[in-house]
């Protein structure tokens, strides 16, 4: 049954992801695929979500349950027979495929068999998909890892009456990361001849991500400003010339953030929870702060931090370069991450020449994370580019004012204090330079200066609405909208 763009029949929609909160996160990714499924079953849809089954994923404490009947994946020219597991432990279905030669592994990503991995995940779920008595009206395919599942839907499917009714929507999380593989997986994926190769697609090699994007009905991404940005060739990553020809089919739907889950009047792991009326409960978190990474306990000193990957797309270029600078300022920074070896050794050095000044911890600590966002003054995101940015907006939640390059969904979501007062809720800068940072962090300590007009601001911060509601509400267009172009 088609459902046009203007009926308000519930929709039927199938989320496909390599990552998904509770169950298995790495990045933003999981937080998106876990929150939205939700939001939009809040507005009276029916979503499910289909994931790899991955090893450290608990099945006892999920109540994952094997579903009946195994499926027959085509892998060329043979089969692999494969099982499905499901999960109600979050409300919305969940489906697994359980494949130990493909996910019985620690670490998934960055693994030389990764894009096999990632084909036979979609082959995997197409097959499931005829299996069961359930036909989506609409397939959400996320990032480069389900582009194969686009792909052969678009090419192989028109016989198929059930599949071929599907409309397909893809979100690119981030640009830069595109699975490119050899172009022998066409043909493990089922494909028989070799397709003629797309914009952006080097002979000999199969894109995922340009697949993605070339046989989706809509493409969108998590902000409007990245949408824009990735139309060109500075941020296009070798793709804006095929987006470009796509443009019409281009949007941009700003990310969401789930507003219990991050919530610091009820957050166990700061030392004082608090609200926007019990604001400057905020100084036993940063006292906390200071404490566990070793800096001197100076309240009224501000308090700059990062939770984030130390990666170049986080802006450690230009931190580093202005950070003599910025130690001439009567301030403290704290760093929470891990990634580059380089970045870790010149943070690490930084840290020793500014003791009591600079702390730093390289790993990921759920709790130590909150804490920052609930104790520091400012959250630093300097970022060459930003899909889309959860860290400002947990941050504007906590209180703790965001100092972003204005860039992507950073652009989208902070508006300069220091320009605009009435309408502020942070700091941002827009030139990817030293200066422009040191700029930024000086209006952002002349504001802090003013201890009432500090707090004004943070409750300004922490009355922002960045829930699911709004989002869903776009997304639920959005699929309207590929329905009709599905069709047409």
Same mark, same amino acid.
């Given at each position: ?30 937080? *998106?695929?876990?929150?939205? =499924? ?9 979503? %499910? *979500?289909?994931? #790899? ?37 979050? @409300? ?9 030669? !493909?996910? +019985?592994?620690?670490?998934v990503y960055g693994q030389p068999d990764e894009a096999m991995a990632f084909v036979f995940f979609c082959r995997a779920a197409i097959e499931f ?6 036909? #989506? ?21 028109? %016989? ?9 929507? !893809? ?7 595109? +699975?490119?593989?050899?172009? $022998? ?5 089922g494909l028989g001849e070799y397709p003629k190769h797309i914009t952006g697609e080097q002979p000999g090699t199969a894109n995922w991500m340009a697949?993605?994007?070339a046989h989706a009905d809509v493409i969108n991404t998590v902000s409007p400003t990245y949408a824009a940005e990735i139309l060109t060739p500075e ?28 919530? =610091? ?22 006292? &906390? ?12 000193? /501000? ?17 580093? $370069?202005? &950070? ?14 891990? @990634?580059? /070896?380089?970045?870790?050794? &010149? ?7 500014? /003791?009591? %000044? ?16 609930? @104790? ?5 995101? #300097?970022?060459? !580019?930003?899909?889309? +940015? ?23 979501? *902070? ?11 942070? !700091? ?5 330079? /030293?200066? &422009?940072?040191? +700029? ?10 003013? =201890? ?37």
């Amino acid at each position: 049954m088609t459902v046009h763009s203007s009926s308000s029949q519930p929709l039927k929609i199938l989320f496909l992801a390599a990552e998904c909160a509770p169950f298995f996160k790495v990045g933003g990714l999981a937080d *998106v695929v876990g929150s939205l =499924p939700q939001a939009l079953r809040q507005l009276g849809h029916e979503v %499910r *979500v289909m994931l #790899p089954r991955y090893r450290p994923i608990n099945g006892q404490h999920y109540g994952l349950k094997r579903i009946a009947d195994t499926i027959d994946v085509p892998t060329g020219t043979t089969f692999r027979t494969t099982e499905v597991v499901k999960s109600n432990y979050t @409300g919305v279905p969940t489906y697994f495929i359980w494949d130990e030669r !493909f996910f +019985g592994r620690n670490q998934v990503y960055g693994q030389p068999d990764e894009a096999m991995a990632f084909v036979f995940f979609c082959r995997a779920a197409i097959e499931f998909l005829r299996a069961i008595d359930w036909t #989506p009206d609409i397939i959400h395919c996320h990032d480069w890892h389900t582009g194969c599942a686009l792909m052969y839907l678009d090419l192989r499917c028109k %016989r198929d009456p059930r599949l071929r009714s599907i409309a397909r929507v !893809f979100t690119i999380h981030n640009l830069v990361y595109q +699975g490119t593989s050899g172009d $022998a997986l066409f043909r493990f994926a089922g494909l028989g001849e070799y397709p003629k190769h797309i914009t952006g697609e080097q002979p000999g090699t199969a894109n995922w991500m340009a697949r993605g994007i070339a046989h989706a009905d809509v493409i969108n991404t998590v902000s409007p400003t990245y949408a824009a940005e990735i139309l060109t060739p500075e941020v296009g990553a070798g793709l804006d010339t095929l987006l470009r020809s796509r443009r019409g089919r281009v949007s941009g739907i700003l990310n969401g953030i789930d507003r219990d889950e991050w919530n =610091p009047s009820t957050d166990p792991a700061l030392a004082a929870r608090f609200d926007s009326q019990s604001i400057k409960r905020r100084a036993t978190n940063k006292k &906390a702060v200071q404490e566990q990474l070793g800096l001197k306990r100076k309240p009224r000193l /501000p308090l700059i931090g990062m939770v984030t990957r130390l990666v170049e797309q986080k802006g450690f270029d230009i931190i580093l $370069a202005a &950070a003599e600078r910025l130690m001439e300022r009567d301030m403290q920074l704290v760093v929470l991450g891990s @990634g580059e /070896p380089h970045y870790e050794a &010149a943070l690490q050095e930084l840290h020793d020449r500014y /003791p009591g %000044r600079v702390g730093i911890e390289y790993n990921f600590n759920d709790p130590l994370a909150r804490l920052i966002y609930g @104790g520091s003054d400012l959250f630093l995101m #300097p970022s060459q !580019f930003e899909p889309g +940015g959860l860290g400002q907006m947990i941050a504007m939640r906590y209180g703790s004012l965001p100092l972003v390059r204005a860039t992507g969904g950073l652009a989208d979501t *902070v508006t300069d204090a220091g320009r605009a007062s009435k309408h502020g809720n942070g !700091f941002s800068f827009k030139p990817y330079l /030293p200066q &422009a940072l040191i +700029g930024a962090v000086d209006r952002a300590l002349k504001v802090y200066a003013q =201890p009432e007009r500090w707090i004004d601001l943070q409750q300004r911060a922490m009355a922002a609405d960045f829930s699911w509601s709004q989002s869903a509400e776009q997304y639920v267009a959005l699929y309207r909208k590929a329905l009709v172009v599905h069709t047409k």
